[in-house]
């Protein structure tokens, strides 16, 4: 399976720098699907769902030819507290309240990761806890006014402004930030997608 070649169904920057720091060349294609849970979904059936659609719609797009020369890497990120799936915050009363829930407390930021070449398929969730310290009404303001949140599942991103509020960890830091580097390097080179080839994004 040597020489194959990654693409990553995402348009995420943050899984884009994480591919690179392992040296994995690739390029990125969008997967376009409906996202919206389904009724009564459980988190962890919405998240693995997610991953391997999003894999699923970038194969069909690909022709014979470059779909046997292919993987495809798709992953999705959610946070778990209490068994609430913490979403992107809706405004800044929605980024408010969710913020002042987490706070002093602890929650699970889950990714699903999907590889997909060929009639294979591989799968793996990744768990990690976050711990919050305790926040102030004026300083989760603050940060909303900042713009960081207002795109992020949790209101938060632990690799920019909001990593003040994250008093400890238990698990994979790359994992908070959309990408389990360890579990993904070993399912690309299941894969015959080798690590520490490249330091750039392919064009």
Known sequence: M????LILASQSPRRAELLQQIGVPFRRQSADI??????????????????????QAVQAELGREENASSVILAADTIGDLDGEILVKPKDRADSLAMLKRMSERSHTVVTGVCVLWGDKCDYVEVKTQVSFR????????????????QDKAGSYAIQGLGAVFVESIQGSYSNVVGL???????????????IWQATSECS
Do not use: C, H
Not at 2 to 5: E, I, Q
């Open 2 to 5: 040597a020489g194959n070649s």
């Open 34 to 55: 409906d996202e919206t849970p389904l009724a009564e979904e459980a988190s962890l059936d919405y998240l693995r769902r997610m991953a391997i659609a999003k894999a």
């Open 134 to 149: 305790q926040l102030s009404e004026a300083e989760i303001l603050r940060y909303w006014d900042s713009g960081e949140p």
């Open 180 to 194: 389990p580097l360890s579990e993904t390097a070993d399912l690309l080179q299941q894969a015959g997608v080798q």
